[in-house]
């Protein structure tokens, strides 16, 4: 523990009794792989993890990025995601929901994707987004617009808003001309 603050050793110390609280000393994956020897990248790690969900690919370029040789970096990858610090399902679902408010099930992918998440991750998240989509479209429609286009300029601006957000046409069809019915 030399070289670390008062402030990282009592954070650490705490870090260190929860992982003895979570997980059984005796549980097959702890043995399975090893904890890596760095402790600062440990540290870096966890503390990583402690503010919120990674991709695996975002994970190790972020401590890559902070001075750590790519060999430890993936092996602490692997040790995080055998003890469930890392987990790319959980990361997919968090970031569909938060970004599910705002945009489309077409540009959450994307996003998902360029993350560097798996596909059939990607596509679990989204599936449960798809059944919402007409109302999700809808809402924020509601609220950036809230009146009937007028115009056929406001008409395909208001399109192109909700593609640009990765609505599909048929969704955004479905919402103008929704809207344009109960006026």
């Keep these: 523990m030399d070289g670390l603050s008062l402030h990282q050793r009592r954070s650490l110390n705490i ?69 469930g610090f890392l987990n790319e399902a959980r990361f997919a679902e968090s970031t569909s929901r938060r970004l599910g408010t705002k945009y489309g099930a077409q540009r959450i992918a994307h996003t998902l994707r360029q993350k560097g998440v798996a596909e059939e991750q990607v596509s679990a998240a989204v599936a449960t987004l798809k059944e919402s989509e007409l109302d999700r479209a809808g809402a924020l429609w509601a609220r950036k617009f809230g009146t009937v286009a007028e115009s056929a300029d406001e008409k395909s601006r208001q399109i192109r808003y909700l593609q640009a957000r990765g609505f599909s046409f048929a969704v955004v069809k479905q919402v103008i001309a929704g809207t344009s019915q109960e006026a």
């Excluded at 600062?40 to 969900?53: F, G, H, P, Q, T």
């Excluded at 690919?57 to 995080?80: H, M, P």
Aim: aromatic share 8%; proline share 4%.
């Design 15 to 83: 870090v260190s009794w929860l992982l003895k609280q979570w997980i059984h000393v005796d549980s097959p994956s702890v043995v399975a792989v090893p904890k890596p020897d760095d402790k600062a990248l440990v540290s870096a790690a966890l503390k990583l993890l402690s503010r919120r969900d990674f991709s695996r690919s975002e994970f190790i370029n972020r401590l890559t990025g902070a001075e750590f040789e790519k060999a430890d970096v993936e092996a602490a990858a692997d040790w995080c995601h055998e003890q």
